[in-house]
């Protein structure tokens, strides 16, 4: 059976990196991501202190306050592309499961589309990563693509789904 759980959504902070790094860095989560398995703590704080404008991180924090997920969107600074943004997102891998990934695409929709106005947010993700493809299906985005032997994992080249969701915002009423 299970319970139910609501989860804070917030911004990244700087404070956060020690959990953001211990998430990127766990066997049930790296493998299924393009992260590389070995990374510093220090990569990560740098990230999260140098981050700009066009990046909107978020973290979903459990009901004790702790960091559960990291999630957000990378704008694009090109005039001709800023309506599109990439998604990216880890989950604790205690967590998987458990709504985390839910209540943080939520989150990072109504960003998106509320907020920031974008048309298009793209992703890529590892073929036979089905929890987090059955995540951006709910969510709408849709198959774009396959990159062949795109990424190496565990010493074997495998392919990457590209994704999308498209949202044609409605027009004012006059």
């Known amino acids: 059976m299970s319970q139910a759980h609501s989860y804070s959504i917030r ?4 404070s956060d990196a020690a959990a953001i790094h ?10 299924g991501t393009l992260q590389l398995p070995y990374q510093p703590l220090s990569a990560t704080e740098k990230q999260l202190l140098e981050q700009p404008a066009h990046v ?8 004790a306050g702790d ?4 999630g957000g969107l990378i704008g694009n600074d090109r005039a001709r592309t ?4 990439s998604l990216f997102m880890l989950v604790d ?3 998987q499961g458990r709504g985390v990934g839910s209540a943080l695409m939520w989150a990072v929709v109504d960003l998106a589309d509320n907020w920031l106005g974008l048309i298009r947010i793209e992703l890529k993700v590892v073929h036979d990563n089905a929890p987090a493809i059955a995540l951006y299906e709910k969510f709408g985005f849709e198959y774009e693509g396959r990159l062949k032997r795109e ?23 006059s």
């Open 22 to 31: 211990r998430i990127k860095t766990q066997p049930g989560v790296y493998p």
């Open 67 to 70: 960091v559960v997920g990291w």
């Open 93 to 95: 891998q205690g967590w």
């Open 11 to 14: 911004a990244s902070e700087p």
């Open 151 to 173: 990424t190496l994992r565990a010493g074997k080249l495998e392919d990457v789904l590209v994704m999308s969701r498209l949202h044609w915002p409605r027009r004012a009423e």
């Open 82 to 85: 800023r309506h599109a943004a």
């Open 56 to 63: 909107h991180a978020l973290v979903a924090c459990n009901e």
